[in-house]
């Protein structure tokens, strides 16, 4: 009997963490741009839309979903997940072709496992496309831009 009082308690108290502070709830079918569990937090967490601190200038295939994203201004860091019903071989090329046309230098590009990886830099800063098979004809980049000091 004492353990279970003592789960429920601990139960609640988890809840209770779980639910403070502010959160966004939006309703519909549009998933939100930016989910903020702390307004002044310096790492934010979102959705839907490509994060405002990358580069406006950064190629977004026609047609893509924005999934899950980061903003850190702690490390200067930003990530994002590009998806497109396309395969692997074909998104890496739109970014091999697509970042040099947008006045980034294609620093590595690499095949790993059955996906590929691209470094990349700018004057604005440096970062990552990892691109991987999403299962079910579409494939996704993992894309991770930090600003240059």
Do not use: H
Not at 1 to 30: D, F, K, P, Q
Not at 42 to 54: A, L
Request: net charge negative; aromatic share 6%; with cysteine.
């Amino acid at each position: 009997m004492l353990l279970r009082l003592l789960t429920l308690i601990v139960s609640l108290a988890l809840l209770g963490a779980a639910c403070s502070g502010s959160t966004t709830i939006t309703t519909g079918t549009e998933a939100p741009a930016t989910t903020t569990v702390d307004p002044a937090a310096r790492v934010i967490f979102g959705s839907g839309s490509v994060p405002e601190t990358m580069p406006t200038e950064f190629p977004i295939p026609d047609g893509a979903v924005i999934g899950s994203t980061l903003i850190d201004r702690n490390r200067d860091l930003t990530e994002m997940i590009v998806r497109v019903t396309s395969d692997v071989a074909a998104l890496t090329d739109f970014y091999a072709t697509n970042l040099p046309g947008r006045g980034f230098t294609v620093d590595f590009s690499e095949k790993e496992g059955a996906g590929w990886k691209l470094e990349f830099s700018s004057e604005a800063g440096a970062g990552t496309v990892a691109i991987s098979d999403g299962g079910r004809g579409v494939a996704q980049a993992v894309v991770t831009f930090t600003v240059a000091p």
